[in-house]
T-cell receptor, first 115, second 116 residues
Framework: DAGVIQSPRHEVTEMGQEVTLRCKPISGHDYLFWYRQTMMRGLELLIYFNNNVPIDDSGMPEDRFSAKMPNASFSTLKIQPSEPRDSAVYFC?????????????FGPGTRLTVL | AQKITQTQPGMFVQEKEAVTLDCTYDTSDPSYGLFWYKQPSSGEMIFLIY??????QNATEGRYSLNFQKARKSANLVISASQLGDSAMYFCAMREGLAAGNKLTFGGGTRVLVKP
């Protein structure tokens, strides 16, 4: 079975440009999470969806960040305009909502560099 | 206060030996789950093992076991018979509550380097 798929794996862009990160969750998983990993702040949750609906976006740093999930198999995280401090690894994770463990399975991440 | 604390920023272990990675947590919720993830140099986050707050026995998954001491709020990961491929960052994480949407809170990680 395919795991969580993210694209691109690496993105280098210039300050001010729009960046779109993409995620395909594991089929059948109802929950989708976006995390950001930096050296300074570690791993932090940005936003999560349940059945394609955003539930908690309190971790989104500012209005420059937006996320959508138009259907059960696709989500995007957009940064517009991008800034150098947005440089980080962005992870998408998905979770099956039944069973005791409710493990979140992570994608390979997108390493974003904003120059 | 930190919800997840990993006090060992880095450690060396000899190949074939066991290593214990420390994790302490802080929560007032009686229902929670504890997770360990491995992040090799390639960057992906790999789920290793899970321990529920109501589980009576320590979790085991192959060479991984979790030393769960609930009263001490401790959930240490034990890797037995270390292999070179175990060299990676290891993160402890906690989910408070039973809902699938509850976020994971991660510790700062421990870097393990296995020496041949």
């Amino acid at each position: 079975d395919a795991g969580v798929i993210q694209s691109p794996r690496h993105e280098v862009t210039e300050m001010g440009q729009e960046v779109t990160l993409r995620c395909k969750p594991i089929s059948g998983h109802d929950y989708l999470f976006w995390y950001r990993q930096t050296m300074m702040r570690g791993l932090e949750l940005l936003i999560y969806f349940n059945n394609n609906v955003p539930i908690d976006d309190s971790g989104m740093p500012e209005d420059r960040f937006s996320a959508k999930m138009p259907n059960a198999s696709f989500s995007t995280l957009k940064i517009q305009p991008s800034e150098p401090r947005d440089s980080a690894v962005y992870f998408c994770a998905s979770s099956f909502p039944r069973g005791p463990r409710l493990v979140q399975f992570f994608g390979p991440g997108t390493r974003l560099t904003v120059l | 206060a930190q919800k997840i604390t990993q006090t060992q920023p880095g450690m060396f272990v000899q190949e074939k030996e066991a290593v214990t990675l420390d994790c302490t947590y802080d929560t007032s919720d009686p229902s929670y789950g504890l997770f360990w993830y491995k992040q090799p140099s390639s960057g992906e986050m790999i789920f290793l093992i899970y321990q529920g707050s109501y589980d009576q026995q320590n979790a085991t998954e192959g060479r991984y076991s979790l030393n769960f001491q609930k009263a001490r709020k401790s959930a240490n990961l034990v890797i037995s018979a270390s292999q070179l491929g175990d060299s990676a960052m290891y993160f402890c994480a906690m989910r408070e509550g039973l809902a699938a949407g509850n976020k994971l809170t991660f510790g700062g990680g421990t870097r393990v380097l296995v020496k041949p």
